[in-house]
């Protein structure tokens, strides 16, 4: 399957990646009104950008063969779809316990303060291509079969 | 090839998805005493604290044993093991046949010796039943006790509490959560707790339950002499192996039934995973029960994939974590929590009482073995990653992580390449 992988040596830490995602996962898919107002109201971007020093990367869910998030789940609104092998998430189900923000190693799942529920990342449903990969102004996220 | 799976908890899902990575076509059984299909039994407190109703509690959707072609046994109790013919002995007279077997029965609630607990209105919370049970009772009773101040414990009192009940917990270690947290930690959630209006008596023992000439309950007296009113008693000390039916089938017991890497136990093509399972724990480094839910379902579905014969995996072992959340305030505990001194580990806590936020990091040997997060724990899941991969921490990454800045680039670069940008995966 395909999935995003990060280039640490390309990435220039503009954060134009959380930017497309905060958009791409808005009900008004507004860039301004997704990071004024719906930010305020529990909205966040499902790709962290980390830097130390001059080195950056962005990062998000790795969509992983065994997923430790979804052996946490205690609600079964996180399971691995069989045939897209995308590790996928059901909100209606979340009941908020946090446990998959524990369990997964890489960090990669996050709060969303408001609603209760996590924020992960879904490889932009329904697009082509992940939004955070469209936006990248210096090829830092591939989107690809490794 | 038939499977035959004893209980239908996370651990038995777990061994459902193992087989059938491997093994399309072999029958699968599952027997189990409880009436309902798989449920997600962490959320019996949600349900009885009314958040979720009965139509969210199922873990997997409609249709999934069918799709998955397993037989389901419910309310099926096994009452025999004869592990040299294969056979299991069910309660209704049935004998059921296996050529690879899997205990998973999980845990029974310990009841302690206490004067005057047996007879009516004692209660347990470990299954969708006693939530429901619960919930009935709640609607036509005012005060209740609620012996053992564990993740159970507190999670049952929560929920009777929002029903409107009076809750008193009674807890005989010198603070909440004694395996999971620590002092600070358990202080701040019985803080939060009593601040919403639950009772809590620590370092003491409930010695008698009390109880009027019909057989009622009045109250329960406490070591101290103190007698507090209540019409029910819920008891959440903890929970023991289910050993029926592996002890009387001779197989190798100590606290749970004893398991190698591959979840095997000592009877030939029986495999055990779960609560019921002794194995092997990373951080510990030895062999013990570890009930929580992540590991229950990971070494299901180890033992399932070791089942079909086609795979023969070693289980990574067991990783004790718990997160859980007190009236909005959350929490993460993970791995060694309470080392003791001869584990000669360095801790490092950072508190600010003000904003209810506590970070304990638990290093031993320029490793991260366990941590417990109150109030912000946004950063969990990179811990764990530095417990989970036992990353080695220079003196500034080790600062880093102190000043709770943990970060995947402080990862050693081949961890990084291998682990976060495989090229295969």
């Given amino acids: 399957m395909r999935r995003v992988y990060p280039n640490k040596d390309f990435c220039i830490g503009c954060h134009i990646c959380e930017l497309a995602c905060l958009t791409a996962h808005s009900e008004s898919k507004?860039?301004?009104?997704?990071?004024?107002?719906?930010?305020?109201?529990?909205?966040?971007?499902?790709?962290a950008v980390y830097e130390k020093g001059p080195v950056?990367?962005?990062?998000?869910?790795?969509?992983?063969?065994?997923?430790?998030?979804?052996?946490?789940c205690i609600s079964g609104a996180l399971y691995k779809d069989e045939e897209s092998g995308k590790t996928k998430y059901d909100e209606s189900q979340c009941v908020g316990c946090w446990s998959c923000l524990m369990a997964c190693p890489f960090g990669a799942i996050r709060r969303n303060p408001s609603k209760g529920k996590i924020i992960k990342c879904d490889l932009c449903e329904g697009r082509d291509k992940p939004a955070c990969v469209e936006a990248c102004p210096n090829a830092a996220l591939s989107y690809e079969d490794r | 090839m038939t499977y035959v799976i004893v209980g239908n908890g996370v651990a038995s899902v777990g061994a459902i998805e193992g087989?059938?990575?491997?093994?399309?076509?072999?029958?699968?059984?599952?027997?189990?005493?409880?009436?309902?299909?798989?449920?997600g039994r962490p959320l019996i407190s949600y349900f009885l604290a009314?958040?979720?109703?009965?139509?969210?509690?199922?873990?997997?959707?409609?249709?999934?044993?069918?799709?998955?072609?397993?037989?389901?046994?419910?309310?099926?109790?096994?009452?025999?093991?004869?592990?040299?013919?294969?056979?299991?002995?069910?309660?209704?007279?049935?004998?059921?046949s296996y050529d690879k077997l899997l205990l998973a029965t999980g845990g029974v609630p310990f009841m302690p010796p206490i004067k005057g607990l047996e007879g009516p209105g004692i209660y347990n919370f470990t299954t969708l039943a006693h939530a429901e049970i619960l919930l009935d009772i709640a609607q036509n009773i005012r005060n209740v006790v609620v012996i053992g101040g564990g993740l159970i414990g507190l999670k049952a009192a929560e929920g009777l509490f929002d029903n409107g009940l009076k809750v008193t917990i009674v807890e005989l270690g010198p603070r909440v959560l004694s395996a999971a947290f620590d002092d600070v930690a358990g202080k701040m959630v019985s803080r939060r707790l009593e601040t919403e209006g639950l009772g809590i008596r620590c370092g003491s023992t409930v010695e008698e339950v009390l109880r009027g000439p019909s057989g009622g309950i009045n109250g329960v007296r406490l070591a101290s002499g103190e007698i507090i009113a209540c019409e029910a008693v819920v008891v959440a000390i903890g929970v023991v192996p289910s050993l029926t039916p592996a002890k009387e089938a001779g197989l190798n017991i100590r606290r749970g039934i004893k398991v190698d890497e591959f979840l095997h136990t000592s009877a030939e093509d029986v495999y055990a995973a779960g609560d019921v399972a002794e194995a092997y724990d990373m951080i510990t480094d030895d062999v013990r029960v570890t009930p929580i839910w992540p590991n229950a379902y990971s070494q299901g579905y180890?033992?399932?994939?070791?089942?079909?014969?086609?795979?023969?995996?070693?289980?990574?072992?067991?990783?004790?974590?718990?997160?859980?959340?007190?009236?909005?305030?959350?929490?993460?505990?993970?791995?060694?929590?309470?080392?003791?001194?001869?584990?000669?580990?360095?801790?490092?806590?950072?508190?600010?009482?003000?904003?209810?936020?506590?970070?304990?990091?638990?290093?031993?040997?320029?490793?991260?073995?366990?941590?417990?997060l109150v109030g912000d724990i946004d950063f969990a899941g990179l811990y764990t990653g530095f417990v989970r991969f036992q990353l080695p921490l220079s003196d500034e990454i080790k600062q880093e992580l102190k000043d709770g800045r943990p970060s995947a680039l402080l990862w050693p670069e081949h961890d990084f390449e291998t682990r976060w940008t495989p090229d295969h995966e």
């Fill in chain 1, 30 to 47: 507004d860039l301004i009104i997704a990071v004024r107002e719906e930010q305020a109201s529990g909205l966040r971007p499902c790709k």
């Fill in chain 1, 56 to 72: 950056c990367v962005s990062l998000s869910c790795r969509h992983c063969e065994n997923p430790s998030c979804v052996t946490a």
């Fill in chain 2, 19 to 39: 087989i059938r990575k491997l093994d399309k076509e072999g029958n699968i059984v599952v027997v189990s005493e409880e009436n309902t299909p798989t449920y």
């Fill in chain 2, 50 to 96: 009314g958040k979720i109703g009965l139509d969210r509690m199922s873990l997997r959707p409609d249709g999934y044993y069918e799709k998955n072609n397993v037989e389901l046994k419910l309310g099926s109790r096994v009452v025999g093991l004869d592990t040299g013919s294969k056979t299991l002995a069910l309660s209704n007279g049935e004998s059921v």
């Fill in chain 2, 302 to 372: 180890y033992a399932g994939m070791n089942m079909t014969g086609k795979k023969h995996e070693k289980h990574p072992g067991g990783l004790a974590m718990n997160a859980i959340s007190f009236y909005g305030l959350p929490t993460a505990s993970l791995g060694m929590v309470n080392p003791a001194p001869e584990e000669d580990c360095e801790i490092c806590t950072y508190a600010d009482e003000e904003k209810q936020t506590y970070r304990k990091l638990v290093f031993r040997n320029d490793r991260l073995v366990g941590y417990v």
